[in-house]
């Protein structure tokens, strides 16, 4: 797949070690990118480990093959493991290890709530 991600927005988070970003996509031919391969990307682009960005939105306009989203880029990754919710972190695991977050993440709320 071939598209072209661009930068639209930074902002610097001090708070919780981290930068926002909004990016734009164009050229994605086949809808939506895939989230994982987006974040592949963008971590090359920022020169960052891959494990500490972390895509929050990914949204592609109507009638057209733009697709706007919003990033999270931690700078370490206790910051990522303390502000990032789980279910965002799930979204950003490839699909292979997906599927076995999730079942872990209902074992654990059953043992939870049976206890």
């Known amino acids: 797949m071939s598209y072209k991600i661009e930068i639209a927005d930074t902002k610097e ?3 919780f070690n981290r930068k926002e970003l909004q990016i734009v996509i164009n050229g994605a031919n086949s809808g939506t990118p895939n989230r994982y ?3 592949q990307k963008l971590a090359a682009l920022q020169t960052v480990d891959e494990e500490l960005v972390f895509i929050k939105k990914l949204k592609t306009q ?3 093959r733009i697709v706007r989203g919003s990033v999270n880029i931690y700078e370490d990754n206790d910051s990522a493991e303390k502000y ?4 965002i972190k799930i979204r950003n695991m490839p699909k ?3 599927k076995d977050a999730r079942k872990q993440l209902r074992a654990k709320k ?3 709530k049976g206890a």
Request: glycine share 6%; net charge positive; no cysteine.
């Open 110 to 112: 059953r043992k939870k």
């Open 13 to 15: 988070n001090p708070l």
């Open 62 to 64: 109507f009638g057209s």
């Open 96 to 98: 292979d290890k997906r």
């Open 37 to 39: 391969e987006v974040k």
């Open 84 to 87: 990032e919710p789980i279910y």
